[in-house]
């Protein structure tokens, strides 16, 4: 974080006095027109906050905001993992928003919220009208401010009522640690905070330290975060004094970063996996661990997001987030994908797409922009009929049904051809009705996402996440290429 500076006009220091005199009396005049004979009275604040300010950064890069004060404090709040909200893990399809897990002593637990229940409406607000997209939109607003909330329980006539109050809870970044095989560790991080690093060392040696024949670690949907737990993750697995990045920009010093002399990295087989929402840190690690031929990447091309953003105070409690250089791996590529609609992001990442670079081994890498995976796995892309069976929800309603009915649920549980059976018949009154073959070559599909869905519910989604993992393609790739059928 660069020092405070009292004002935005501090960072235009490196313009000519005179262009600078010129363009502000410029700005000046047109701004004494607008106030004095606009038709509505001018507010200042939506002026510069929302106008003048954003206008001119958004010449420069997507990246490159204006923060207010609420987003200012959001991002500080960011960087500490800290959140406002209720503490549930819900499903979301279009009209439904459907409650998996309740975590203890948040919000809603406190409010008896429980898994299964059914949000019909925020603030008056219905789910059934909404997509989506305006689902998750309507849910993270909600996180600010007290809701109104109602609710729908299975085997309840009657709408149950929920005032709820956001609290600030933190969030471990380190969301899932398993096995996917005896002896073979699975461990999902979700962004980069200060505590992302201790994080993954205390659930590699939960899962056996030094001692695992190998780990999937899955950075798919990380968008970024710290820039130095990015690193500290990285040098987890590669041997002291090795780079692990390089920094370039026009009004910074070159520089470096390597792996601490004092690291003891661990030494079993890695994967990583990415996709196309993988960003920034996620990609810094990814691109160092396949530039020294630590792990195979496996999935999906990564997002290409490698600028270096710094965050300058302003007054008022604002800020300014800029771009002020950019991430280049160990062998020289750079991680930033050039704009597609021109900027000047265009000329300062001039770099050709598919440049080859070297591990070191020797081994071609393609540059031009994000992490290009040593092995490339798409996510499958879902039939009608598993379509249908998503969007109308009918597996998580049926689980949420079954679970009641069932209760407890062994840990043992599996699906047999009986829950099958009913799930067919439960589908029916609903009008979905697959042919026998369409049926057959989805069962196998069916039967995980039952399971999945049930454990959701008896369980918490950490243990369904375990079974969805039996059949994510890209995890069994990375199985594969760790030397695991």
Known sequence: MLPLLPSLFLLLSAVPENDLESE??????????VESQAADPLVPEKAFYDGAIPGMLRRLDPHSVFLNPEQFDQLKRMQESRSKGFGTVVSVVPGRVIILQTLAGTPSAKAGLAPGDEIIAINGIQMNRLGVEQIIGLLGASRQRPVNMDVRRPGNVRTLQFVLTPEEMQSPSVERAFFLKPDVGYVRISSFDAETGKQLREAIERLGGGGLKGLVLDLRNNPGGLLPAALET????????????????RAIEPGEEKVPETSKPYEFPLTVLVNEKSASGSEIVAGSLQDHDRAAIVGEPSFGKGLVESVYP?????????TTAFYYTPSGRSIQKP??????????????????????????????????????????????LQMVLEASSSITSFAIEYTRKHAPISDSFDVTPEVLDDFQAFLSPRNIRPGVEEWLRYRDWISNRLKTEIFNQAFGVARGDEVEAQRDPVILAALKALGFE
């Open 24 to 33: 502000a009396r410029k700005f000046s005049e047109f701004y004494a027109i």
């Open 339 to 384: 704009l597609r609609d021109g900027g000047q992001l265009d000329a300062s990442t001039s770099r050709r797409p598919d440049q080859e670079f070297r591990t070191d081994s020797g081994r071609v890498v393609k540059g031009g922009g994000g992490i290009q995976p040593d092995l490339v796995v798409w996510q499958e892309q879902l039939s009608r």
């Open 234 to 249: 990285a040098s987890l697995f590669l041997k002291p004094g090795l780079r692990l990045l390089a920094v370039r920009g």
């Open 314 to 322: 302003l007054s008022e409690a604002t800020a300014l987030a800029l």
